[in-house]
Nanobody, 127 residues
Framework: QVQLVESGGGLVQAVGSLRLSCAASGLTFSNYAMGWFRQAPGKEREFVAAIRRFGGNTYYAESVKGRFTISRDNALNTIFLQMSSLSPEDTAVYYC????????????????????WGQGTQVTVSS
């Protein structure tokens, strides 16, 4: 059974930083490109960042480029999202996800391209 468990969310003031983690189990982690998505109240789930199976190549939404950094540690079966210069517009539930296609080198931004999802962690940025 595949499980993705996010952690690290919380309340932070604007311009602050936060680091999210996502621990995976039940799958061969290094076979999968991984991504982060977020969903704010009343809005659709949106892509945040993605990373290749062994790191190296990453892909970011324009809204977070230069502020967020995605990384992974395959030895720990974990991906991370380092968030800095946070603003209230970053307030959302953040989800990690595993790509639908194993061994792909393509980084995708569509939620439909991801098969496994975590339960989400709330990030709230106060002004």
């Amino acid at each position: 059974q595949v499980q993705l468990v996010e952690s690290g969310g919380g309340l932070v003031q604007a311009v602050g930083s936060l680091r999210l983690s996502c621990a995976a189990s039940g799958l061969t982690f290094s076979n999968y490109a991984m991504g982060w998505f977020r969903q704010a109240p009343g809005k659709e789930r949106e892509f945040v960042a993605a990373i290749r199976r062994f790191g190296g190549n990453t892909y970011y939404a324009e809204s977070v480029k230069g502020r967020f950094t995605i990384s992974r540690d395959n030895a720990l079966n974990t991906i991370f999202l380092q968030m800095s210069s946070l603003s209230p517009e970053d307030t959302a539930v953040y989800y990690c996800a595993a790509d639908r296609q194993q061994w792909t080198n393509t980084l995708r931004s569509g939620a439909r391209e991801y098969e496994y999802w975590g339960q989400g962690t709330q990030v709230t940025v106060s002004s």
